[in-house]
């Protein structure tokens, strides 16, 4: 399977707005989208976006509509949906308006305080995990910077309120995280889903990123399928219409988050660890998941949902194996490698592996000449990581998930550089 260009720029939301329902309802596409509806007292808006994207999202904004905003939702606090408002902020200000309603669930504004604490290291995390969109920035988030919400929400009961004669209910649910709101309006039959849709096999099980819900992302779901809306605008990518694919994505999606979960808590009791569920996941995966359009593995994958499940009911002792409890350097366990045989062995071996299409098991043979490195002569040092990049390179072609697809290259890329800099 393999995705286009063309379903980043969805992702990432270059492409135009959408309008529907007579032009009250509109998508700002972006990172991530912004959701909008037209009152005749104002603006109700749903996320507002990256910071990086915010002049641009309120243009688009301002070219649809001039009506004040006032309400704005959080649909949770990720940098991608709360920290692009300084335009429209700046533009209440200007025009003297008064400011706008914050609703958010209570969970938000700690995870900005927790943004705050952390900020170094979300910015090499960051910088890691959107690489190929964020280049060499490293000021994606600037976390003093936030819209303090004006109402919390504890989650247990939908939050209702009425404005220029449109009913909207906040409802709160777990999935990505614990801090999501989902917006449902009747009249428009509209849902505003967050990033618990995102066209996409949902991101749980993020490699970089803390626990996340598999279960509850289900039932979010199927909290949603009850509603029976028209529109869902998803945290990323376009609009989905039709009652029938509303009904569809949703479907498909809770079935494939109940399936991943069930199935590693089967194995769980069956008493397996980590290494052996993983694989046997794999064998298992059903065609109808792995070929539906919003379950492509473009952001999210199901092989880190293997991994959410096991981390979310077990500790990080997963191998079953005494000897990974407390392990040695690998560096020193690579050296000891080859007192016993030497490093030409290993390197032709991965080679003969490379030839297989062994990329895995190339690469692990390859890692004992690389780790052991003062122990190998230079030109095979140089030799070995040549083909580690060249093989995580013919990786990254193969792969279709945008996060692994920069694990790979950020590889690719260190690797480049140092044997850039022992060619000096
Ligand atoms: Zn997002």
Known sequence: MSFSQNDIKFFIGMIPPQS???????????????????TNEGLVVFDIALRQFARRNFKTLRKITKKPIKYLIFSHGHFDHCYGFEP???????????????????????????????????????????????????????????????????????????????????????????????????????????????SSYPNV?????????????????????????????????????????VREVLEITAEAMHFVHDEVVKRLNEGKWFEQIFHEMLEIYPDKFKNHEYLRPLYGCYRFAIHAVYRLYHGWYDTGNPTDLFPARSHEIAQEFLKISKPEEYFNHAKNLLKQQKFQLALHMLDVIIKAEKNVPEELLLDALKIKQEILEQKVEREPSFIVRNILNNGAKRIKSSIKSQKK
């Open 20 to 38: 529907v329902e007579d032009g009250t309802v509109h998508l700002i596409p972006s990172f991530g989208n912004i959701g909008v509806i037209e």
């Open 88 to 198: 429209f902020i700046s533009e209440i200000k200007e025009k003297g308006w008064e400011m706008p309603e914050i609703i958010a669930h209570e969970n938000v504004y700690k995870r900005f305080k927790k943004y705050q604490m952390l900020d170094d290291y979300h910015r090499w995390l960051n910088a890691q995990q959107f690489s190929s969109v964020m280049g060499r920035s490293n000021d994606v988030i600037e976390p003093d910077k936030i819209l303090k919400p004006t109402v919390m929400l504890d989650g247990k009961e939908p939050y209702l309120f009425d404005f220029g004669d449109i009913e909207f209910e906040v409802n709160h649910d777990i999935g990505e995280t614990d801090d999501s709101s989902w917006l449902w309006v009747p009249e428009k039959e509209l849902i505003c889903s967050g990033d618990l849709m995102i």
């Open 205 to 245: 099980g993020n490699p970089y990123k803390v626990q996340r819900y598999p279960k509850r992302w289900a039932i979010a779901m199927e909290n949603m399928m009850e509603k029976e809306a028209k529109y869902i605008i998803p945290g990323h990518g376009k609009m989905i219409e039709g009652k029938e694919n």
